[in-house]
């Protein structure tokens, strides 16, 4: 079993080097076509962004609705 985490550990940190990484955007050129990919890369941003919020909004304790609220300060004194 002692052998078996060493090799685990190498292949998670070797998993992503640049060479592979390169490798991975040219299958998805290849996949889903060069003007699809910018599409691809707002959508998977906006997604990992709102998962950030919610997790954030989970620990503060927020709700849904003030994480939509307006960043005018003016706004938010009048809302209390």
């Known amino acids: ?8 550990t190498f292949i998670i940190e070797g998993l992503f080097q640049p060479m592979h990484l390169l490798l991975i955007l040219i299958i998805a ?5 060069p003007k699809k ?6 959508n998977l941003g906006q997604g990992i962004r709102g998962f950030r919020d919610s997790i954030k909004n989970a620990e503060t304790g927020a709700s ?17």
């Open 1 to 8: 079993m002692a052998l078996c985490e060493p090799l685990r």
């Open 29 to 33: 050129a290849l996949v889903f076509g």
């Open 37 to 42: 990919l910018p599409e691809l890369g707002r």
């Open 64 to 80: 849904a609705d003030d994480s939509h609220a307006s960043k005018d300060p003016a706004a938010q004194i009048e809302k209390k």
